[in-house]
Each structure stands twice: as C-alpha cells, then as structure tokens.
C-alpha cells in the first residue's frame, strides 16, 4: 500500500507478546515475520560495544529487507553485499556506497561492473583467477584476499567452498603486484553460527602473522575483515555476544599498527530480532499424535530448519493446557514439509497461532513459494509503528 499513512500502535508495544502478535496477525494476516528495529538496533549496538573499533558491516544476506537495511543504517552500520540484488536493494535503501564492501568470492564481469558503477571499490578474491578479473578494473577497485581455516568446528562451515589456503596468500599477492591490484588486506568466514571465538581468535593470529610477512616485503595491508559468525540463541542459549567477543577483541588489539580490522556480522543481529507467526490451517489426530499443518513450512520461513541446521524455539501462542505429544506440518503437500516431528503443545484448535522465536536470520530469505503457498509478510515494527507498510513479498 505505497502512500497509505503508517499504522501506529502503541509505542510502548513489545512486538513480540502475545496482545501484539495477535492484533498483528488480525491485521496483516499469516504467515508473519515480525522484525522488532528496537531489538535490531540493541543488538547491532551490543556487537558495536563489544568490538570497539571494528567497523560492522550488516551482510545482508541473512535477511535481505530494505527496512531492516535503514534501521541499521540510522544505527551506524557499514554493509556487506554479494550480489547484484544487494547492491540494488542498499541504494535504494539510501545507503552510501562507500559504506559498502562486495564478499563474494565468484562473480562474473557484468557482476563486478554493476557494483563499481554502484560505487563499490572493495572486493574479495580466493584465486588467480578471479584475481586477474580485476586487472582492467585496477583504477576503481582494490580486493581483500579470502584465507580459508579448515578443520574448525561452525554449524556451517563456510571454508570449504571459499577461501584459499594461508600459503596461497603470498603468491596471490605477488600476482596483484604483477597485475598492478590494489591488494587492500584480507579476510575469512569462520562459518557460521560458531561455537565459541577460538576459530575468530586463530584465524585473526595466524593473517597477523601473513599481514605481518607481507608487510616486511613491502606489502602494507590495510584491513582485516574477520567475517561473521557471531552466534545467536536457539534452542541452545550460547555464551551473550561480550564473552564471545571477549577474546576476539583482545586478538584484534594485537594486529599490526595501521590494521583496520572489520567484521560482517548477520545472523547475531537479526536472528533474536525476528520470530514467525503462523496459523493452524487444519489438524487431524494420527495415531498417538496430534498432528498440526500450519501455513508456513520447511519450504517458508522454516526453511532454516533444513538449509541452517536452526532448531527454533517454538510455541503455541495460547499456551495453557496440558501439552501433547504433536507434530507440526507445513502447509505443502509435500511429505518432508514437517517442522517438528515431536513437540509437546497443547490441544490446538484451526486458528490457533503459533510463534517461532529467533527467526530473523536465513529463514524468510531462503523460502520458497513451492506449491504456491506465499512467503511470510515481513512486518518491521519500531516503536508500534510498521516501517513498511509495503508487504515485501516480491519487491524487497
Ligand atoms: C553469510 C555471510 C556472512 C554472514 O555470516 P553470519 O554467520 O550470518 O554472521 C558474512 N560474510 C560472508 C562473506 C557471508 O557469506
């Protein structure tokens, strides 16, 4: 609804209690993926604070929404873009594009063109190849060199498919010297959702020690993108983001002097600042079960479930009763569209709502309209008033 005045509810609102969630979804409709700008906002200032002097770029990736892109920009964060789709959606999002980075490590001429026109200068190459890339784009654009760290133990380990080995940095920076590439420093993904910092605090040591190499044959590196990350709570609370960051702050204070480090967190900021709302379309009791078949499924925003290994707090938003053994089914016709095949819930009626918790991060931006069931409505609420009145399903 372009041009509709806002809807304002009570400032005062938590999105996420019950009242809310039901005027919400009377008024909206379910699915749902309520994102709080409040919580946002909490949780990219925590980040902020606990890694003082590390610029935070947002990858969108996690949860690419164009009024999540402006409450964090209104926030203070820098962005971390890999495709075309990105770059569109941040300028139009008014973002500057020297806030901006480009991470992926694969891109096709035409990919790199779009971004440089955008105003994008950093990128990020793993190999010769794509190194060589760059070569007739030396003027505008300058790369960081993607370092792989293997055998370290993320949920999703994203160092097997991109990075180059430590060994390979030398040589790949010698080959931009030959090319005349503007090698501006380095970076790594640990993976994500990581266990604990170890993984950041290796890394960090070990490309102190490459950055420290290159520097003593004439290579000044400027930057040190140590990635994302940055685990959120699940089912398992993990350590809260100042211990994790604990150890990896004190691993940046030992960078080499004139070492910008930067980071790319996603998930840690929008996960907890999300949940989903969906309604019990029909049930059937099937043997000792009751067995529940919402309107939002593993092919929906619970495709986190399959793509993002993510157990999600779940529960019935009428919560009173005594709990059942239950199953919750997505709406597809599809037999592996089972969310949850063994839940305690109380007896639910067609109608009934139910609330997933920390939903923010690879869940809405992985979905699928698979059997022409439609994505959640993404509604960013910030202080009782909805941000985007738009319902971004196929323009975000
Ligand atoms: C996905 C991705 C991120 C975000 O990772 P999180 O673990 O969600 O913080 C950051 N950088 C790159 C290059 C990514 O691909």
């Known amino acids: 609804m372009p041009g509709s005045s806002p809807t304002v509810f009570d400032p005062s609102w938590d999105p996420f209690a019950a009242d809310a969630i039901h005027r919400l979804a009377d008024r909206y409709g379910s699915p749902l993926l309520i994102v709080d700008a409040e919580r946002l906002r909490e949780r990219y200032r925590r980040l902020a604070d606990a890694l003082p002097g590390t610029r935070l770029h947002f990858a969108l990736k996690p949860l690419p929404h164009r009024a999540v892109v402006e409450v964090l920009r209104d926030a203070g964060a820098s962005f971390d873009l890999a495709t075309n789709g990105e770059i569109e959606l941040v300028r139009r999002a008014g973002v500057a594009p020297e806030r901006c980075i480009h991470t992926h490590p694969i891109k096709r001429d035409s990919d790199i063109r779009t971004a440089l026109a955008a105003g994008i200068d950093t990128f990020v190459v793993d190999n010769p190849d794509e190194l060589r890339k760059f070569a007739k784009h030396r003027r505008q654009a300058g790369v960081l060199i993607r370092v792989a760290f293997r055998n370290l133990g993320a949920i999703c380990d994203l160092s097997r498919k991109f990075g180059c080995d430590p060994a390979e940095v030398e040589p790949l920076i010698g080959l931009?010297?030959?090319?005349?590439?503007?090698?501006?420093?380095?970076?790594?993904?640990?993976?994500?959702?990581?266990?604990?910092?170890?993984?950041?605090?290796?890394?960090?040591?070990?490309?102190?020690?490459?950055?420290?190499?290159?520097?003593?044959?004439?290579?000044?590196?400027?930057?040190?993108?140590?990635?994302g990350g940055f685990p959120a709570d699940y089912r398992e609370p993990m350590p809260p983001i100042e211990s994790f960051c604990a150890p990896i702050r004190a691993a940046l204070a030992a960078l080499p002097r004139g070492v910008q480090p930067i980071a790319e967190p996603g998930r840690t900021i929008v996960a907890p600042a999300a949940i989903g709302v969906s309604t019990v379309m029909g049930r059937a009791k099937r043997g000792e079960?009751?067995?529940?078949y919402l309107d939002d499924g593993l092919y929906g925003s619970y495709s986190g479930r399959l793509y993002d290994h993510a157990s999600y707090p779940i529960e019935a938003l009428s919560n009173g009763g005594e709990r059942l053994p239950s199953v919750l089914a997505g709406p597809t016709c599809d037999s592996i569209d089972v969310i949850e095949e063994d839940i305690a819930l109380p007896l639910l009626a067609i109608g009934d709502r139910i609330v997933g918790r920390s939903m923010g991060a690879y869940t809405w931006a992985s979905a699928s309209e698979f059997n022409f069931f439609a994505k959640a409505t993404v509604l960013v609420v910030d202080r009782g008033r909805i941000l985007d009145e738009r319902h971004e399903r196929h323009e975000p």
């Open 289 to 292: 079960r009751w067995w529940y």
């Open 176 to 227: 931009a010297e030959s090319l005349d590439v503007r090698v501006r420093g380095l970076s790594f993904h640990v993976g994500s959702q990581a266990p604990d910092p170890a993984m950041h605090v290796e890394a960090i040591e070990a490309c102190a020690g490459l950055i420290a190499r290159a520097a003593a044959r004439g290579s000044a590196l400027e930057i040190l993108d140590i990635g």
